[in-house]
């Protein structure tokens, strides 16, 4: 009995304190300073959600560019790859069909398909593809919109991030909002 009550006292306050002041704190700080990704960060057109700049969407028609591959098929709630290691034989088949995929939509290119084409990402939820993989699809997304390459090529490098703090990481692109601006032309 001795230690019992300063245990459940050190029990309450803890919980208290993970459990209800700090994620309000959280919250509240999040919401200062990073209000937009706090919220979703959505992006909406004639005011209707169309999606979040944080969370990949499947494309898959041969207008739009293509995202990286998902291991739960894009769904948030499930977050989380595949887990299979590089040996794994199920992994090698995923990868050759998604290669057989990309070569049979990019007949015009001897070239290899980028590794982000290829391989999902550990979320599964990636929005965003490398310079690369968009300049892979150009072709394909401009013979299929009909629209000069050099047109589409303008609105990729408009919706290409830079690198963070000029240094950080590779240049990007959001595959969600580069199909929404090539939806506009």
Known sequence: MKYLIPALRFNIFMTLLLGLIYPFMM???????FPTQANGDFISRDGIIVGSKLIGQNFEKPEYFWPRPSAISYNPQ??????LGQASDA?????????AKLKAAHPY????PPQDLLFASASGLDPHISVEAAEYQ???VALARNID???VQKILQEVTASRQLGILGEKTVNVLVLN??????
């Open 109 to 112: 290119t001897t070239e290899e």
């Open 180 to 185: 929404l601006a090539l939806d506009k032309k």
């Open 91 to 99: 992994l090698k088949k995923a990868v050759d069909e998604r290669r």
């Open 138 to 140: 150009l072709q394909r």
């Open 149 to 151: 390459k050099a047109a």
């Open 27 to 33: 919250t509240g700080v999040s919401q200062v300073v």
């Open 78 to 83: 499930p977050s989380g790859g595949s887990n």
